[in-house]
């Protein structure tokens, strides 16, 4: 059984038309959310960390947010450079430092 | 500051032999992290290193292996190679257990 779920797989969205993409986990124990952004040919850059429900963050049109079970990356207005793969990974607590990802959500944004 | 660095940027080998990847973490972190990436696969992890000791690894056979240096560089090598290993491999490093990871852009293995 997957531990970390990415929903949707694949999102195209017109330049400005803002949207969520899923991150959701089975495990419990989380002890940090990370969000990545990942670009063809490239590893993935580093966006945010989160670590306990309730908790958000934000970077220019990107803002991702943290329950229990789920973490949401909000877009709001984005522009064709927002196009990338976006990953989430999960650390537990009984993992050592040892991450698991999703397989990403696939975002191309429309001029 | 340096971010972290992988050589060389693309192998193509042949099925049965060895590769070596190399990876120089961000100044200042201990820990390297290797991970495949495979074609419409999400990111799988292969081995962990801190402080010279490997501490964790995936769900891979032995020969998938590596080391880390006093100088916290690493080396992932893969024997007998397979064409299923074709993939990116991807190195990150952390500065401490609750950091986030942060990668460079990978070695693309191509095996023929």
């Known amino acids: 059984e997957d531990q970390v779920t990415q929903s949707p797989e694949a999102l195209r969205l017109q330049e400005g038309e803002s949207s969520s993409l899923n991150c959701s986990y089975t495990?419990?124990?989380?002890?940090?959310l990370f969000w990545y952004r990942q670009d063809p040919g490239k590893g993935p850059e580093f966006l945010f960390t989160?670590?306990?429900a309730g908790e958000e963050k934000e970077k220019e049109r990107l803002k991702a947010t943290l329950t229990k079970k789920e973490s949401f990356l909000h877009i709001t207005a984005p522009k064709p450079e927002d196009s990338a793969t976006y990953l989430c990974a999960v650390r537990f607590s009984n993992t050592g430092n040892q991450f698991y990802f999703g397989t990403g959500t696939s975002l191309t944004v429309i001029p | 500051e340096a971010g972290v660095t992988q050589s060389p940027t693309h192998l193509i080998k042949t099925r049965g032999q060895q590769a070596t990847l190399r990876c120089s973490p961000i100044s200042g972190h201990t820990s390297v992290y290797w991970y495949q990436q495979a074609l419409g696969l999400g990111l799988q992890f292969l081995l962990w290193y801190d402080e010279g000791e490997e501490r964790n690894r995936g769900n891979f056979p032995p020969r998938f292996s590596g080391r880390q240096f006093p100088n916290y560089s690493s080396e992932l090598n893969v024997n007998a190679l397979e064409l299923e290993d074709s993939a990116l491999y991807l190195c990150a490093s952390s500065g401490g257990i609750n950091q986030p990871q942060h990668f460079g852009d990978g070695t693309r293995l191509s095996i023929l």
């Open positions: 989160l670590y306990s």
């Open positions: 495990v419990s124990g989380l002890r940090g």
